[in-house]
Structures are given as structure tokens and as C-alpha cells.
């Protein structure tokens, strides 16, 4: 008999943690970025309609960055043009630039994230600009979004550790932050691109936001599980007050510019935190697993997810 069938995990409500988590789906376009392989769209479609499905509210359902750099997702209008979008469901894009823009304008889209970097190094790499250029390429971009009725949300990478660099300082990282949020981003993803995070370090980060004046209900976590951290990070982060967590449904994913990064936290792994901890999260964990299961077939390997992988077997 399984876990699910005798009732596990058990829930124990715990102090301090927010009600209801909203889960940000990263896979379709975090975890397919990764890919060697280029996924089919049809597949990528079924797989929208699925986390749907699941429960999921928020999907991340492509990028529009030159199909130069990111090949596995240069289908992104086809993709927006063939969903099946179903009420209630959130399909915001990435977009790197004013190009981008124009792109994700053109396709309609609603919601838009932009990805800064934290780093000097990793800016120069990932972004071919230096840390301070980079916010004059995305100023533009949030401020035109938003004239158009677009909401932006920002993401900000390499926010604990660098493989250039090394330690990142708190301050560096919520003085990029803000001034992410003071163009108009509506939300924060603080990024652990290299899964180097502590939880120590995740209190702080986020503490030390609360006293530059940024409210915390602003920040949302996204972090990889290169040493086995990711759970424990989100746990801090949640009891920091954070309630938006960053995930991929099986664990897809990495990052093509920094090659220490491994996969993202899994949501079902993070699901099966939640629904110990007694947090609302309103994804039904079964169909959750089945298409994980599904979209590792389709990709003709395993899945990294522990949970996937217990209660699929």
C-alpha cells in the first residue's frame, strides 16, 4: 500500500507560516530551457493543460529571448497562439528586452518577468552587460509593460553565491532588487542559481528587504537543489513571511549560463512539504505526479524528484 493511501504525510499545522502558499511554475520554460532536445510544441502544450489540470495557477509558459541563445523555446508564438488558456490560470512570459517585448505584445500576452542579475560576472555572461547597464536595458521594458497594462514581475539571479564571484552580500542584492521593484515590478524572485543557499542566508536576504522598506508579500523565492537544500531554504523563506514559492513540476531544469546549476526544486516535492506543514496550496498532488511521470517519458528519462519518483513507483 502507498503513502498516499495511509494518510501520509501527516499534517502539523506549524506556527508562523503563511495560510496559502502560491506555487509560480516554472517548467514549461525554466525546466524546457535546460532540455538538449528540442520538445515539440504539441507536447509543451499538453503539458500546460495538465499542470492546469493539477491545480496549478500560475504557469511560466515561455520566453521570448532570441531563439539564438535558447533554441528549445523559439516556438513561443506558436505556442501562445495553439493554448488552450482556462480561467483562472495565469500564463505570464519571460522576456529579456525591448525585442522581447514587442514579441509577447504582438502575442497578447498579459503578464511579462524580466531576469536580472545580482552579479557583475553573471551579468557580463548571461546578459552581455555589466550590472549597472543592465538596469538601463530593463527600465524601459518594465515601464512600457506597464503603460500597455502588463503586469512584470522581476527576477534577480545569483542572490546567495556566484561561481565567479563567490558569496554575494545581502546589500548588493537588495540594492538590485529595489531597483527592480522601483521601476514597477510588482513582485521580486530571489534567485539561488547555483543552489549555494543556506537557510541562514535566506533569513537574512529576506530580513534585510523588510529593512530597506520592501514589503515581504513583494518577494518570492526560486531555488535549485544542487546540495540538497532547496526544501530546508523554503522552509525559511516561508517562515520569513514568504508566500510565493518558485517550482518545477518534476524538477526540470538548470541554467544553460552557469553550469554548477542543477534542477530546480520539484514541485512535488514542495507540494508534499506544504501539505505537512498544514499550508494551503491547492494543486492535487496525484495528477501533479502523473504528469511529471508523463513529461520524463516524453523527455525518455527519470525523473530527479524524490517524491515523483516514491509515488510513481
Known amino acids: 500500500m502507498g503513502a498516499r493511501e495511509v494518510g501520509l504525510p501527516e499534517r502539523v499545522p506549524a506556527e508562523g507560516l503563511p495560510r496559502r502558499v502560491t506555487i509560480w511554475e516554472v517548467g514549461p520554460r525554466d525546466g524546457l530551457q535546460n532540455e538538449s532536445a528540442i520538445v515539440p510544441v504539441e507536447v509543451k502544450l499538453e503539458f500546460l493543460d495538465r ?4 491545480g496549478l495557477t500560475t504557469l511560466e509558459a515561455t520566453s521570448f529571448v532570441h531563439p539564438k541563445w535558447v533554441p528549445q ?19 505570464p512570459v519571460l522576456v529579456p528586452n525591448e525585442r522581447g517585448l514587442n514579441r509577447a505584445l504582438d502575442a497578447g500576452v498579459s503578464e511579462i518577468a524580466i531576469f536580472a542579475s545580482a552579479t557583475e560576472t553573471f551579468a557580463q555572461k548571461n546578459l552581455n552587460s555589466a550590472l ?32 565567479w564571484e563567490g558569496v ?6 537588495v540594492r538590485a532588487g529595489k531597483r527592480l521593484l522601483d521601476f514597477g ?5 530571489l534567485g539561488d542559481t547555483i543552489g549555494v543557499a543556506t537557510t541562514g542566508q535566506v533569513t537574512r536576504l529576506v530580513q534585510e528587504f523588510e529593512k530597506s522598506g520592501v514589503d515581504v508579500s513583494a518577494l518570492a523565492v526560486h531555488f535549485h537543489d544542487t546540495y540538497g537544500q532547496a526544501l530546508a531554504n523554503t522552509e525559511a523563506a516561508l517562515r520569513a513571511g514568504v508566500s510565493t514559492v518558485d517550482s518545477s513540476a518534476g524538477g526540470l531544469g538548470g541554467c544553460p549560463y552557469a553550469e ?14 506544504l501539505e505537512g506543514l498544514g499550508v494551503e496550496h491547492g494543486v492535487d498532488l496525484g495528477k501533479l505526479v502523473e504528469t511529471s511521470v508523463w513529461m520524463a517519458g516524453q523527455l525518455g528519462r527519470p525523473s530527479p524528484s524524490r517524491v515523483v519518483n516514491a509515488l510513481a513507483g
Open 51 to 54: 499542470l492546469a489540470a493539477a
Open 73 to 91: 523555446l523559439a516556438d513561443a508564438e506558436q505556442l501562445l497562439a495553439g493554448l488552450d488558456r482556462r480561467e483562472g490560470v495565469r500564463y
Open 132 to 163: 549597472d547597464e543592465q538596469f538601463a536595458m530593463f527600465e524601459p521594458v518594465v515601464t512600457r509593460a506597464r503603460a500597455e497594462g502588463l503586469d512584470v514581475r522581476g527576477y534577480l539571479s545569483m542572490c546567495f553565491g556566484d561561481p
Open 168 to 173: 554575494v552580500p545581502a546589500e548588493q542584492v
Open 185 to 189: 515590478c510588482s513582485q521580486l524572485s
Open 260 to 273: 554548477s546549476a542543477t534542477g530546480n526544486l520539484a514541485t512535488e516535492d514542495l507540494v508534499w512539504l
